[in-house]
């Protein structure tokens, strides 16, 4: 238990669907991410939020839409995915004074995306 | 082109053997983290090494950031089946930047 949810876990879904993910952390943190995990690729930074602020969006596109209602939820919608966009994503938070993070990450357990 | 490259990418070793896997960057990181990811799970920090030619120990892990804080090894001493997982580098300038990850197996 890292004090970071992710829900679902498992989540398959066609090209037209619409979907979300969500993940929740209850470790009292100020940042929260999205990150990209495919097989034999670095993890991919894809949202950073910092006191429900986003400061990065490393291009991506914009069939994944991010939510951050409050410091303690984030969200990740679906739209429109293409097959290559199955992988794992990761959530996590981390307690960042400022600017973008180099703080140590705490991750939630993931959420596997197929895409068919 | 990789920021950090990890290496070797895969690494299956017997219960009591040592291991050592390696983490390279041409550019230069103001600390860098190891994490330990285990099937089906997120990846956990195992340690944060800051200053060059620093040596961190946890328990029969040990870890090294080079001189120069472009590198960094991370160590297994007696590797048991609880250290199998994917170990992930990641480097720290103004944001993370995460290696491949090094895939190790220990075979009971």
């Known amino acids: 238990e890292t004090g970071v949810t992710q829900t679902p876990r498992h989540l398959v879904m066609g090209m037209t669907n619409k979907k979300s993910l969500k993940c929740e952390q209850h470790l009292g943190h100020n940042a929260m991410y999205w990150y990209k995990q495919s097989a034999k690729k670095p993890l991919e930074l894809m949202f950073v939020?910092?006191?429900?602020?986003?400061?990065e969006n490393n291009s991506v596109p914009s069939r994944f839409s991010p939510e951050c209602p409050n410091s303690s939820h984030l969200f990740l919608h679906l739209h429109t995915l293409q097959p290559e966009d199955s992988a794992l994503y990761l959530c996590?938070?981390?307690?960042?004074?400022?600017?973008?993070?180099?703080?140590?990450?705490?991750f939630g357990e993931g959420s596997r995306l197929t895409v068919l | 082109t990789q920021l950090l490259e990890q290496s070797p990418q895969f690494l299956s070793i017997q219960e009591g053997e040592n291991l050592t896997v390696y983490c390279n960057s041409s550019?230069?990181?103001?600390?860098l983290q190891w994490y330990r990811q285990e099937p089906g799970e997120g990846p956990v920090l195992l340690v944060t090494?800051?200053?060059?030619?620093e040596v961190k120990k946890l328990k029969r892990l040990t870890f090294q950031f080079g001189d120069a804080r472009k590198d960094s090894s991370l160590h297994i001493t007696a590797a048991q089946p609880g250290d199998t997982g994917l170990y992930l580098c990641?480097?720290?300038?103004?944001?993370?930047?995460f290696g491949a990850g090094t895939t190790v197996t220990v075979r009971a």
């Open positions: 990641a480097g720290a300038d103004y944001k993370l930047s």
């Open positions: 996590a938070s981390s307690q960042e004074n400022v600017g973008i993070s180099t703080g140590e990450l705490f």
């Open positions: 939020y910092s006191l429900e602020e986003r400061v």
């Open positions: 550019s230069v990181f103001s600390s």
């Open positions: 090494v800051v200053t060059g030619g």
